[in-house]
């Protein structure tokens, strides 16, 4: 009779370690995903703030039709790479809308009096800090991966992964020459 018990009390050990081993892959999985949403609030934040900055600027620099098309470009990618892209798809759209804003700073050089604009110094100020909440974002998504990454490759997690539908998942690296926030100087 102790020995049925003994059998009871170990399959009932095991079906509660599995139990808390799916919950645990779950929740780690969930929590890689929510990070991953931090990105595109960001580059959707980013990228909504483009054309109040083009606009300012094309005010003063109407000639410079190819740039501003080139934003307007960059921008319907992030969209599209926010919606359903993967993190490469999301860098990628990342260095290309980084570029585009660039060349509005660029352009944007060239005119003094816009510069001195408070307007468009508003708009530098909030697009400095969405940059840095975007560096914090791709930063908490990349400790999220690397955590959920960890437990998907180690025993005894490794075991539950296929129960738990969890998988690993690529980190959010960026693009040569994305590594550090561009410079522009005014």
């Known amino acids: ?10 399959v009932a050990a095991l079906a ?4 808390y081993a799916f919950n645990k892959l779950r929740r780690t999985d969930i929590g890689a995903q929510e990070a991953l949403g931090g990105i595109d609030v960001q580059l959707t934040r980013r990228a909504d703030l483009i054309p109040n900055l083009v606009n300012t600027v094309k005010g003063y620099a109407q000639h410079e039709k190819g740039v501003f098309e ?3 470009e960059a921008r319907a990618g992030v969209a599209k790479a926010a919606k359903d892209g993967s993190p490469a798809d999301k860098a990628a ?4 809308l980084s570029k585009a804003i660039i060349d509005v700073l660029a352009v944007a050089e060239a005119y003094p009096e816009l510069q001195a604009s408070a307007n468009f110094q508003s708009l530098q100020t909030e697009l400095a800090e969405t940059e840095n909440k975007l560096s914090f974002a791709r930063q908490f998504y990349n400790d999220a991966v690397a955590k959920l990454n960890s437990l998907v490759k180690t025993i005894p997690w490794l075991f539950f992964t296929g129960i738990a539908g969890v998988s690993a998942r690529e980190f959010y690296d960026a693009p040569e020459g994305q590594a550090a926030p561009p410079t522009v100087t005014f």
Not at 1 to 10: E, H, P
Not at 16 to 19: D, K, Y
């Open 16 to 19: 509660l370690f599995t139990v």
């Open 1 to 10: 009779m102790s020995t049925l018990w003994i059998i009871v009390a170990i």
């Open 70 to 72: 080139a934003v307007t």
């Open 93 to 96: 759209a990342d260095a290309k």
